[in-house]
């Protein structure tokens, strides 16, 4: 099925150990974006990369690095985990930063830091 | 800087109608999306407004006036299976991305 594919679905870490969240999607989009969800907080976009060899911080983006390897992945990497990196992290992805056709959300992935 | 708010919750009962409330604080806009998430599922893109005005889809129905930054979200003949959280979001501008509000829950009793 075409979509958003991320990885893993769920890992638990220790503090201070590091991880990279992979995503890549095959529907041939520009644009890709990470984003965290914390309970009550909505979502808060961390990084995205309008188009292939560029990448933009959000709103929260301390702590993380991205990186855009091709056109279809676009990967999240914790250098240093912390507990307050404990979330839910969506990659997303859309034909271009125009929102019109809306983004394509992968199933996430559930991050604990202890 | 951008800033969107939204009621939290929502209570309405089968059948009926809600509008869920969106107003938005941007530096720049492109326009208004609306997105709708289950409970532990992914975000799924409902409708998105450029212009003021009511775009129609179905079930679902969505008003943006750019005059007044603000967008609502309609949902009619509610069901059950929308219970939900629904985000509304705006872009501030080319190449940027897409800003969430915090979204609102919306239950749907029988």
């Known amino acids: 099925n075409a979509g958003v594919t991320q990885t893993p679905k769920f890992q638990v870490l220790k503090t201070g150990q590091s991880m990279t969240l992979q995503c890549a999607q095959d529907?041939?989009?520009?644009?890709m974006y990470w984003y965290r969800q914390d309970p009550g907080m909505g979502l808060r976009l961390i990084y995205y990369s309008a188009s292939e060899g560029t990448t933009d911080k959000g709103e929260v983006p301390n702590g993380y690095n991205v990186s855009r390897l091709n056109k279809r992945e676009f990967s999240l990497r914790l250098e240093s985990a912390a507990p307050s990196q404990t979330s839910v992290y969506f990659c997303a992805s859309s034909e271009e930063g125009d929102s019109s056709y809306g983004y394509t959300f992968g199933s996430g992935t559930r991050l604990t830091v202890v | 800087g951008q800033s969107l708010e939204q009621p939290s919750e929502v209570t309405a009962v089968e059948g009926a109608i809600v509008q869920m409330n969106c107003t938005y604080q941007?530096?720049?806009?492109?326009?208004l999306s609306w997105y709708q998430q289950h409970d532990g599922g992914a975000p799924t893109f409902l409708s998105y407004?450029?212009?003021?005005g009511l775009e129609e889809t179905g079930r679902f129905s969505s008003f943006l006036s750019r005059s007044d930054s603000y967008g609502y979200l309609l949902l009619q003949e509610l069901q059950m299976k929308d219970s939900a959280s629904y985000f509304c979001?705006?872009?501030?501008?080319?190449?940027?991305?897409?800003?969430f509000g915090k979204g609102t829950t919306l239950s749907v009793s029988s």
């Open positions: 979001a705006a872009l501030g501008g080319a190449g940027t991305a897409l800003i």
């Open positions: 941007t530096s720049g806009f492109y326009g």
């Open positions: 529907m041939n989009h520009n644009s």
């Open positions: 407004n450029a212009l003021d």
